[in-house]
């Protein structure tokens, strides 16, 4: 299998890897960055039950007290207030817990003090350190605000803190969008920043491979799942997708299914000879069509594909994909499968 720079990375991350190669990702991380990228991985997808096992996993593997309070307060800048307060307080929880059992815990080093002057002027300095150049944009000017809180607070107020390290902070990042949808192009750009930062290649190949993966055997479940694996069709998918019926009287000629997909999971390129009719209903996918942009998609997109026209469809890379297909024409439709999209296809409709 190629490994070629972000392939490679994002293979790790869908799930393309086996589980050997799997643990020798994850192996390129140390014992503290695995346990912190978990960590940020739950606290972004507000699964209490497994961050309170990553808590306790990563006391225990060495991690400081002060260390997680450091990754959980800037993961609200990330993945919001409620998700870092939630944090904050099942890790709260967790001291309680421990210090009831006699377990005492490194509290780690504070961050010492900040540097002199105002935020938004060592916090513009600290971002064009990270990025590497200074960095501007339309956006920016459309909206100041945003540039004006992204230097003060988060680079400033945030970044300037001195008990954890900026490579460190970027493992985290990474973790946190890479467990959330609909953040693949801030993904991306924290990738850049990481590999500025000391981050190899290998690392955030780990980084997302955790992901990737259920350490502690709490559920996750999309939550858009209404039917079993589509073990039928299994062969035209690269991943796990699931199937449910939905038309249950045939004297209605309209056969509909729902199909959900893991996150990168795609189908192959195929046909209708009558054509199909794509409702999305839950997460975030993509459509394209032979030598065509790919469509991005999201809930309540509708998709009206000819009849035999060659394309796929399936999930982003970070997110679940639920959408109900329509067979037109049923009673003469054919379906023909193709060959699978290539890695190369897929990744450049994911950006």
């Known amino acids: 299998m190629k490994k070629i720079a972000l392939f490679g990375i994002l293979l790790a991350f869908f799930g393309i890897v086996n589980d050997t190669e799997a643990k020798d990702t994850m192996n390129a991380l140390n014992t503290k960055e695995q346990k912190i990228a978990i960590i940020a991985k739950y606290t972004a997808q507000g699964d209490m039950a497994n961050l309170k096992n990553a808590l306790n996993v990563g006391l225990d593997a060495g991690l400081t007290v002060n ?16 998700r870092s307060l939630n944090a904050l307080g099942n890790f709260m929880a967790v001291m309680e817990e421990r210090e009831a ?8 080093e504070l961050p010492g003090p900040m540097p002199e002057g105002k935020s938004i002027d060592f916090g513009t300095a600290n971002q064009t350190r990270l990025c590497g150049a200074p960095v501007t944009g339309k956006l920016f000017g459309f909206a100041p605000a945003i540039d004006e809180y992204l230097k003060a607070h988060l680079f400033g107020d ?3 803190r001195d008990n954890l390290d900026w490579k460190t902070r ?10 959330m949808p609909g953040t693949e192009s801030q993904l991306n750009s924290h990738i850049r920043i990481a590999k500025h930062n000391g981050v190899t290649d290998a690392q955030i190949a780990g980084i997302l491979a955790l992901v990737n993966n259920n350490e502690f055997g709490v559920p996750q479940i999309s939550p858009f799942l209404v039917g079993p694996e589509n073990t ?8 796990k997708s699931y199937i449910a ?9 309209v056969p509909v299914a729902n199909v959900t997909f893991e996150p990168g999971c795609r189908n192959n390129w195929h ?11 839950g997460g975030i996918g993509f459509y394209q069509e032979r030598g065509q942009t790919a469509r991005r998609l999201v809930p309540g997109d509708v ?6 026209v060659e394309h796929w469809h399936g999930a982003a890379p970070d997110s679940w994909f639920s959408h109900l297909a329509i067979e037109c024409n049923p009673e003469t439709n054919r379906n023909t499968w193709l060959e699978a999209v290539s890695d190369a296809d897929y990744l450049a409709a994911a950006k």
């Not at 019926?245 to 000629?253: F, H, I, N, V, Y």
């Not at 998709?303 to 035999?308: A, L, M, T």
């Open 67 to 82: 260390e997680i309070k450091e990754v959980l307060t800037q993961l609200y800048a990330y993945c919001g207030f409620p």
């Open 101 to 108: 059992k006699g377990i005492k815990d490194n509290a780690g």
């Open 158 to 160: 945030i970044f300037g």
């Open 170 to 179: 970027e493992i985290a990042t990474i973790a946190v969008l890479a467990a």
């Open 232 to 239: 039928g069709y299994a062969k035209y998918f690269s991943g």
């Open 245 to 253: 019926r939905l038309t249950k009287d045939e004297r209605l000629k």
């Open 271 to 281: 046909k209708h000879t009558g054509g199909q009719m794509l409702i999305v209903v």
């Open 303 to 308: 998709v009206e594909i000819p009849p035999d």
